[in-house]
């Protein structure tokens, strides 16, 4: 992938380095996705943040195809969580943007998805940061004119691994 990348530095006391990139196509959000969903091991958590338009599916989508997943992996925003099987693991993609209380996600299941034994993908994560494991990996696109600027941030040792790969 021909991709910029660097390492951030933050002061003491704050969160530690975080792993840089620049995609600069739709093209290259998928490949990133497909990485991911290549490396990824049974509980990954995946945060996804990012305005409209970001490429928070765009991503999801790579990470169905680095799972092998025989589904169409589309934007879950009307059903919430979406369920694909078939692949190297299940694959759990979720989409806190319509939600308007945590209680809601009990009711969902996210529970079990989250202690499940494949792979969550949750885009607008940061809606309910407090639902979500505090070991996971976060990923947040932004638009940057000419493409999108990534920003990788394994928050615990279970997923420094998939912020390693992706930083390659």
């Given at each position: ?35 991911l ?64 209380v945590a ?66």
């Amino acid at each position: 992938m021909d991709s910029r990348r660097r390492r951030i530095g933050v002061a003491k006391g704050h969160r530690p380095p975080m792993t840089h990139l620049f995609l600069d196509s739709e093209a290259m959000t998928h490949a990133l996705g497909v990485r991911l969903g290549r490396a990824a091991t049974p509980g990954t958590v995946v945060a996804l943040v990012g305005d409209l338009g970001a490429g928070k599916t765009v991503f999801s989508r790579g990470v169905g195809a680095g799972l092998q997943v025989q589904t169409r992996v589309s934007s879950p925003t009307f059903i919430i969580v979406q369920t694909h099987e078939g692949g190297r693991l299940p694959f759990w993609h979720a989409d806190f943007y319509r939600l308007g209380v945590a209680d809601e996600l009990e009711q969902l299941g996210l529970d079990e998805v989250l202690e499940g034994p494949g792979v969550t993908v949750v885009e607008w994560a940061n809606r309910f940061w407090d639902a979500l494991p505090s070991d996971r990996l976060e990923i947040t696109l932004t638009d940057a004119g000419s493409g999108r600027d990534v920003q990788v941030h394994a928050t615990g040792p279970r997923h420094a691994h998939l912020e390693a790969a992706l930083g390659r």
